[in-house]
């Protein structure tokens, strides 16, 4: 392992507001270029009007850019947002983020969404949502510390360019003994020399003991993110309960949430299957129905598509019950244990192939 150093460049200390009904009614703003650090209120009639992660998103969005800005200005914003639902353990996918840009693809505003921590850490550490402008001159991380109630933003040198290893080295250099309790959000080096580049948001898996990430895949947001120089987003949080969004009515929600899991639990083995194989059995599907994007969206099918469908991972899988949330019944977040790559930077070494990419278990 390389060395690495992350240095201090700005620290904002703030005081984190209880959640009430799922929300803290404030926002976190990142300017990377000036750089600047600020913390900003939510009225009730934002509130009202843009409900949830996908409104607060564009409402943050929509107020930081004009007419003429292009995804690669200083001035287009990345931001993140949970939710009023997001971050409760019983209710199946809440741990998803919704992230929004103005597309590298487009030009036009993009959101997409995605699973792992980040999201709900980010509300508990106080804040409904996050926006960033801005570019930096050199690899910069911004640190959300909800226990300490802090906000840094640090130059970094060394990381690793890869995303696996990248999240593993800020999980050990955050986590302060508890890996569970980091998400790191990054961009690998493939973000950096195309216009389709996704981001990565982990969360840690304790069976297997590393950080995993799940992908927003939508649009060219990780090409965004490259672009103005971030290296990686991470926030600290602690527990988790029912309690944590104290929300309006805690015997209703959970009275919803036991029925939506049975109904998944029942239901799942006889429909789509995501806790066995995920969404490899959309592969098939969109393969007979001429949906599926081969040689980039020129055919809609591909006589060897079942090769990456549900008969070959359901024996491939690791077994278990993998979820990308705390408590999320639909646990679609699967992987392949000691798989040896031909080709590649992993070549010849065993990994662990997960559904969104590479990490090594261990070298022969």
Same mark, same amino acid.
């Given at each position: 392992?390389?060395?690495?150093?992350?240095?201090?460049?700005?620290?904002?200390?703030?005081?984190?507001?209880?959640?009430?009904?799922?929300?803290?009614?404030?926002?976190?703003?990142?300017?990377?270029?000036?750089?600047?650090?600020?913390?900003?209120?939510?009225?009730?009639?934002?509130?009202?009007?843009?409900?949830?992660?996908?409104?607060?998103?564009?409402?943050?969005?929509?107020?930081?850019?004009?007419?003429?800005?292009?995804?690669?200005?200083?001035?287009?914003?990345?931001?993140?947002?949970?939710?009023?639902?997001?971050?409760?353990?019983?209710?199946?996918?809440?741990?998803?983020?919704?992230?929004?840009?103005?597309?590298?693809?487009?030009?036009?505003?993009?959101?997409?969404?995605?699973?792992?921590?980040?999201?709900?850490?980010?509300?508990?550490?106080?804040?409904?949502?996050?926006?960033?402008?801005?570019?930096?001159?050199?690899?910069?991380?911004?640190?959300?510390?909800?226990?300490?109630?802090?906000?840094?933003?640090? #130059?970094?040198?060394?990381? /690793?360019?890869?995303?696996? !290893?990248?999240?593993? $080295? @800020?999980?050990?250099?955050?986590?302060? %003994?508890?890996?569970?309790?980091?998400?790191?959000?990054?961009?690998?080096?493939?973000?950096?020399?195309?216009?389709?580049?996704?981001?990565?948001?982990?969360?840690?898996?304790?069976?297997?003991?590393?950080?995993?990430?799940?992908?927003?895949?939508?649009?060219?947001?990780?090409?965004?993110?490259?672009?103005?120089?971030?290296?990686?987003?991470?926030?600290?949080?602690?527990?988790?309960?029912?309690?944590?969004?104290?929300?309006?009515?805690?015997?209703?929600?959970?009275?919803?949430?036991?029925?939506?899991?049975?109904?998944?639990?029942?239901?799942?083995?006889?429909?789509?299957?995501?806790?066995?194989?995920?969404?490899?059995?959309?592969?098939?599907?969109?393969?007979?129905?001429?949906?599926?994007?081969?040689?980039?969206?020129?055919?809609? #099918?591909?006589?060897?598509? /079942?090769?990456?469908?549900? !008969?070959?991972?359901? $024996? @491939?899988?690791?077994?278990?019950?993998? %979820?990308?949330?705390?408590?999320?019944?639909?646990?679609?977040?699967?992987?392949?244990?000691?798989?040896?790559?031909?080709?590649?930077?992993?070549?010849?070494?065993?990994?662990?192939?997960?559904?969104?990419?590479?990490?090594?278990?261990?070298?022969?």
């Amino acid at each position: 392992m390389s060395d690495y150093e992350l240095k201090l460049v700005k620290t904002l200390e703030y005081k984190r507001p209880e959640v009430n009904k799922g929300y803290v009614d404030q926002t976190l703003y990142v300017n990377i270029t000036d750089p600047d650090i600020a913390i900003r209120p939510v009225d009730q009639k934002t509130k009202d009007v843009f409900i949830g992660g996908k409104g607060y998103d564009l409402w943050l969005l929509w107020n930081a850019v004009d007419p003429t800005t292009r995804w690669n200005d200083a001035q287009n914003a990345i931001c993140i947002a949970s939710g009023p639902m997001g971050g409760t353990p019983i209710y199946p996918g809440s741990g998803k983020s919704i992230v929004t840009t103005l597309s590298p693809l487009t030009g036009a505003a993009i959101d997409s969404n995605v699973g792992g921590y980040f999201g709900p850490y980010l509300k508990f550490s106080g804040f409904d949502a996050m926006e960033i402008q801005g570019k930096a001159s050199e690899d910069t991380v911004i640190f959300i510390d909800g226990i300490e109630q802090r906000v840094q933003i640090l #130059s970094a040198s060394g990381l /690793p360019a890869n995303s696996y !290893e990248l999240s593993t $080295r @800020l999980t050990e250099h955050f986590a302060a %003994g508890k890996p569970r309790g980091i998400s790191v959000v990054s961009a690998g080096p493939g973000a950096e020399n195309t216009l389709i580049g996704c981001l990565n948001f982990t969360w840690y898996d304790v069976k297997r003991k590393r950080a995993r990430y799940k992908q927003a895949g939508r649009g060219g947001i990780g090409t965004v993110f490259a672009d103005k120089g971030l290296k990686a987003l991470v926030v600290r949080w602690d527990s988790v309960t029912a309690d944590s969004n104290n929300p309006a009515d805690k015997s209703t929600l959970k009275d919803v949430a036991k029925s939506y899991s049975r109904e998944i639990v029942e239901l799942d083995p006889k429909q789509n299957e995501m806790a066995r194989i995920g969404t490899t059995h959309l592969v098939t599907i969109m393969n007979d129905h001429d949906l599926l994007p081969t040689h980039n969206f020129r055919y809609g #099918s591909h006589p060897q598509a /079942p090769n990456l469908g549900q !008969e070959v991972y359901r $024996r @491939l899988f690791d077994p278990g019950f993998d %979820g990308c949330w705390m408590g999320c019944t639909v646990a679609c977040s699967h992987g392949i244990k000691d798989f040896v790559p031909l080709t590649g930077p992993f070549k010849g070494h065993k990994a662990c192939v997960f559904m969104n990419g590479f990490s090594v278990c261990s070298r022969n």
